[in-house]
């Protein structure tokens, strides 16, 4: 990994790592620790064992809640006498918002935090929302105000690696936009070429510009804070920051679970004598042909055919992978019942249920306040950029505000249901009870009796 100017290198890498997680690819995360010496799973196992080895993307369950917790519904904005929210309304559904606003929420809960870049194109009608997350961007703050950020892009070739950088900053009381190419390594952020060297960057058409807005264009909301490696920095800390130990151990006792199932495969033991006679189906998948002469011979322990069956610690690694999940899931703030955990066998209706939930509630009331200040920031910034480009209004101050209650939408809790049934930590009376809180037992009791009929 090259070096990054203006930011420390080991938040550079504490980034990285995040996102091998967020991948859920298995041969991402044995790459990327393959080459340090640390006490974890995936920097222990040998390349041949990879095929056993199971990664659990509770990382990516957390932030899809995180992301359904603040934006399963709606938020609402307002002005003084509704001043420019008709214009704001045409700028946001033009780009999707809503669409953004959930993608943006995820990544902020994987990665820490998340940049808002508005682009311009002068073939739209309104100016663009992009995303960026922390490792591809560079930022510098002053006071705790972002005062200059640095994007930066890969574009690779069989043997070169192109990295296009966007710088923005204020000089003079107006936001530059400038852009600089380098062709380097993997490991070296090389020397500067022609910014329309590679197809892939010419085709856009980049020039460097000045524009008359006292703003970057750019919004940083973090996730929570404080930073865990640095409490004093405006930097947000991720959901799962601080617990990627505990992540790989619930790694490790997955793997170690489905490797008791390969090893502990049915098997029986044949006298090769007996094979040699033709008196056994060769094409039976579970027997193992073995020499027994010298038992037969020495009339010790003679058995012809013998199973073997090898014990599945089934319990032991259930039990340990819920604790390991109740462990990382309330570290990152949130209440395992949010997950479908220990509810088993309870008849709470959907508001007990959210108190029980109660924590995960409050960690969404916390990052409200982040995206409340970081959403009215970006309105702003918004109506700056539609008047300067597109002949908008004068620009106005909006009040965001959420919902002060939040519903686990549908697609969430049997994305949760199927997760956990395909690893066998949940039960048919805990999946309805998940999907229809509102059943009494009686009803839950009749459906488990139809599920059984089909079966």
């Known amino acids: 990994m090259f070096k990054y100017p203006y930011l420390k290198n080991d938040i550079a890498e504490k980034d990285l790592e995040l996102m091998k997680w967020y991948s859920c690819n298995t041969e991402e995360l044995a790459n990327y620790y393959s080459n340090k010496v640390l006490d974890k799973f995936w920097s222990t196992e040998e390349l041949k064992e990879r095929r056993v080895m199971i990664h659990t993307p509770l990382m990516n369950d957390i932030a899809i809640l995180n992301a359904n917790l603040l934006f399963s519904e709606s938020f609402h904005y307002i002005s003084e006498k509704d001043l420019n929210k008709d214009r704001l309304d045409e700028i946001l559904y033009n780009n999707s918002f809503d669409s953004i606003l959930i993608e943006s929420a995820e990544l902020c ?27 591809y961007t560079i930022p510098v703050f002053k006071n705790r105000k972002l005062v200059k950020v640095i994007f930066w892009q890969e574009f690779k070739d069989e043997f070169k690696v192109f990295r296009l950088f966007e710088t923005r900053e204020i000089i003079n009381g107006s936001l530059n936009i400038t852009y600089k190419l380098y062709e380097g390594s993997d490991d070296n952020l090389g020397r500067e070429v022609d910014i329309n060297k590679i197809e892939e960057v010419a085709v856009l058409n980049l020039q460097d510009i000045i524009i008359p807005i006292n703003d970057l264009g750019v919004v940083y909301i973090p996730n929570l804070k404080p930073n865990l490696m640095y409490p004093l920095s405006p930097l947000g800390r991720a959901d799962c920051e601080g617990l990627i130990s505990l992540l790989d151990s619930l790694d490790e006792t997955f793997s170690s679970w489905i490797r008791d199932l390969r090893l502990g495969m049915a098997r029986i033991f044949v006298d090769s004598e007996i094979l040699r006679k033709g008196k056994f189906d060769v094409y039976n998948e579970v027997y193992l042909k073995i ?54 066998g309870r008849a709470e209706s959907g508001t007990a249920l959210n108190i ?55 697609e969430q809790t049997s994305n949760t249901i199927r997760n956990l049934r395909q690893v066998q930590l949940l039960s048919n009376y805990t999946s309805l009870k998940l999907l229809f809180p509102e059943w009494s037992e009686e009803e839950i009791q009749a459906e488990i009796d139809r599920m059984n009929e089909i079966l």
């Open 356 to 410: 029980m939930q109660g924590k995960s509630l409050l960690t969404r009331k916390k990052k409200i306040k982040y995206w409340q200040d970081g959403l009215e920031e970006l309105f702003w910034q918004l109506q700056e950029f539609d008047r300067v480009f597109y002949n908008g209004d004068k620009e106005v101050d909006f009040n965001v505000t959420f919902p002060s209650e939040v519903k686990t939408s549908l």
């Open 291 to 344: 020499d027994l002469t010298q038992n037969k011979l020495a009339n010790v322990n003679y058995k012809p055919i013998e199973p073997l069956q090898f014990q599945i610690r089934v319990n032991e690694h259930k039990e340990t992978a819920l604790t390991l999940m109740r462990e990382v899931t309330t570290r990152a703030g949130y209440a395992p019942q949010s997950f479908g955990m220990d509810i088993e």
């Open 109 to 135: 809960s994987a990665f820490s935090g998340i940049y808002f870049k508005i682009d311009i194109d002068s073939n739209e009608v309104n100016p663009l929302i992009n995303v960026s997350v922390p490792y």
